[in-house]
């Protein structure tokens, strides 16, 4: 008997699922306990005409969607809204519907601003610019320069990274707005990808050696070395089929991708963005800003207002034993041969 190849996006979405549980479902299981908002047919009106206005769509479902959200007769949990969003043409990834303290006046107040200035950064020349990261990549300093430097919020095109939203996935493709989302490349997600126009994306990665130990280092920054082993059996696996499989599936979907690494963006910050910048054909008032935006949210790191660990691009040499390397080496099979050497 012959064995079967393994399709490594499935056994990524079977890693994925190990490695996070039932992620998605917990999400959307997550109940919210507020008070009606008053005036709420009044607030959802004005709003929904403000959002309405600026992504070009119709105001009565929205409208419909907040007065909802501002009534509640009883809990509401995730997949209720998920549920009501879902039904609406366009609208901004929220990054905050996953919160405990799910307030629906923040959350209508951000969309309404996501909304009104993804409009605005639209009419003066700004494109989409699709951003996907692996974690520990600086995917956060990453955002947050983008938003800086286009001026629109930071936001989601997926909901803990796995559920991919219609009119959250529409408004990236029309709109700017900032965003290094890990977006699980489930043919759900790609097909939403492709329906939506998107057909340029930057897949951002980092060297796998040293995203194990941020991981680690975030998981338990006394001790990060007592999960290295462990991470390099999971991990691994999970950022090799996440590569593999976005570069495979984005190719079959003829949609192109830039790749950039972390390590460029250390080498030089200001030139990683520009290369950003020219990929997507943005105007030079962009370029322009670009030191700027940098320097900016280095001093906020600086200050601990970005999840941002300043560590050495080779700081594994120092820290992963000889049989390490080699498993993760081994766990890799090749795919990063042409990024890092292995």
């Known amino acids: 008997m012959t064995s079967q190849a393994v399709n490594p996006c499935t056994q990524f979405e079977t890693t994925w699922r190990h490695w996070f549980g039932d992620h998605p479902k917990s999400l959307l299981e997550t109940e919210f306990n507020y008070s009606p908002a008053p005036e709420p047919r009044l607030t959802a009106k004005s709003q929904s005409k403000l959002i309405a206005d600026a992504v070009e769509i119709e105001a009565a479902p929205i409208e419909e969607f907040l007065y909802n ?20 043409g366009v609208l901004p990834g929220y990054p ?25 950064a639209r009419d003066r020349g700004v494109p989409p610019m699709p951003i996907f990261a692996f974690m520990k990549s600086a995917s956060a300093f990453i955002t947050m320069t983008m938003a800086h430097l286009t001026d629109v919020p930071s936001g989601v095109v997926a909901l803990g990274h796995c559920i991919g939203l219609r009119p959250w996935v529409s408004f990236s493709g029309r709109f700017p707005i900032a965003f290094t989302d890990p977006f699980v490349h489930s043919e759900k997600n790609f097909r939403l990808l492709v329906e939506t126009g998107i057909t340029n994306v930057v897949l951002h990665v980092r060297d796998p050696r040293q995203v194990v130990l941020s991981i680690a280092h975030y998981d338990d920054p006394a001790r990060p070395t007592r999960l290295i082993d462990n991470y390099i059996e999971v991990v691994i696996p999970l950022y090799r089929d996440w590569l593999m499989c976005w570069l495979t599936r ?12 972390y390590e460029s963006f250390v080498e030089n910050e200001a ?16 370029h322009d800003r670009v030191s700027e935006s940098v320097r900016t949210i280095k001093e906020l ?19 992963l034993s000889a049989s390490q390397i080699r498993n993760i080496n081994k766990n890799c099979s090749g795919t990063f041969a042409t990024l890092y050497g292995f």
């Open 69 to 88: 959200l501002y009534t509640p007769t009883g809990p509401i949990n995730c997949g209720d809204i998920i549920s009501w969003i879902d039904t609406l």
């Open 96 to 120: 905050g519907l996953h919160s405990d303290n799910f307030d629906p006046n923040v959350f209508s107040a951000w969309v309404v601003d996501a909304a009104v200035r993804g409009r605005t």
């Open 250 to 261: 984005a190719s079959r979907s003829g949609i192109r991708v830039l790749l950039t690494t």
């Open 271 to 286: 030139d990683f963005f520009h290369s950003i910048l020219e990929y997507f054909n943005a105007g030079r008032f962009l």
């Open 301 to 319: 790191a600086e200050q601990g207002h970005a999840n941002f660990r300043n560590g050495t691009i080779d700081e594994w040499k120092d820290v």
